[in-house]
T-cell receptor
Framework: DSGVTQTPKHLITATGQRVTLRCSPR?????VYWYQQSLDQGLQFLIQ???????AKGNILERFSAQQFPDLHSELNLSSLELGDSALYFC??????????????FGPGTRLTVL | EDKVVQSPLSLVVHEGDTVTLNCSYE??????LLWYKQEKKAPTFLFML????IEKKSGRLSSILDKKELFSILNITATQTGDSAVYLC??????????FGPGTRLSVLP
């Protein structure tokens, strides 16, 4: 158990809908990272927040957005969902968050299925 | 475009064998190379390499980085069935992006 929690574990929804994935980092970690893992694209970095501020942005679609709250939990919002958004979404956390990804601890993931 | 390539993509060995997994990268402003092990679900951290030629070791696993030739290797000696997993490498370009390779699926047979 990495200490990172994600909810829900599974999510089934329809195309065009909007969903919110939630992540609580390990105690003391200030950085949260979001990743998408699909069979055809592998593991892709989406976005990083450090202490409430966006720090780095990867291959995140404009339909997706994220935020980190004062209590350091983070939410990933996915809107106008398409079939291709079906994937496993991971959240990870780390202590630091500067220009150095470093060792990250991954949560168990949220499996999103878009029908 | 930043890119990380791993080889082989799949590998089947028997317990006790030694394996070498390869990772090459083309990343602007490269800073570090990381290795992760992914079993059933979430990746778990193995190594972070920032300097060339310095081997990092953890038990039967070791890894080294060559920043001149832009590659890293992960060695696993005396493999065990518990080493069966997907091994991912990822390159960090000074925190601007974090690019993963496709992974090497290792199967260790008893």
């Amino acid at each position: 158990d990495s200490g990172v929690t994600q909810t829900p574990k599974h999510l089934i929804t329809a195309t065009g809908q909007r969903v919110t994935l939630r992540c609580s980092p390990r105690s003391g970690d200030l950085s949260v990272y979001w990743y998408q893992q699909s069979l055809d694209q592998g593991l892709q970095f989406l976005i990083q927040y450090y202490n409430g501020e966006e720090r780095a942005k990867g291959n995140i679609l404009e339909r997706f957005s994220a935020q980190q709250f004062p209590d350091l939990h983070s939410e990933l919002n996915l809107s106008s969902l398409e079939l291709g958004d079906s994937a496993l979404y991971f959240c990870a956390s780390s202590v630091g968050g500067g220009a150095f990804f470093g060792e990250q601890f991954f949560g168990p993931g949220t499996r999103l299925t878009v029908l | 475009e930043d890119k990380v390539v791993q080889s082989p993509l799949s590998l089947v060995v028997h317990e006790g064998d030694t394996v070498t997994l390869n990772c090459s990268y083309e990343v602007t402003n490269f800073r570090s190379l990381l290795w992760y092990k992914q079993e059933k679900k979430a990746p778990t951290f193995l190594f972070m390499l920032t300097s060339s030629g310095i081997e990092k070791k953890s038990g039967r696993l070791s890894s080294i980085l060559d920043k001149k030739e832009l590659f890293s290797i992960l060695n696993i000696t005396a493999t065990q069935t518990g080493d069966s997993a997907v091994y991912l490498c990822a390159a960090d370009n000074y925190g601007q992006n974090f690019v993963f390779g496709p992974g090497t699926r290792l199967s260790v047979l008893p």
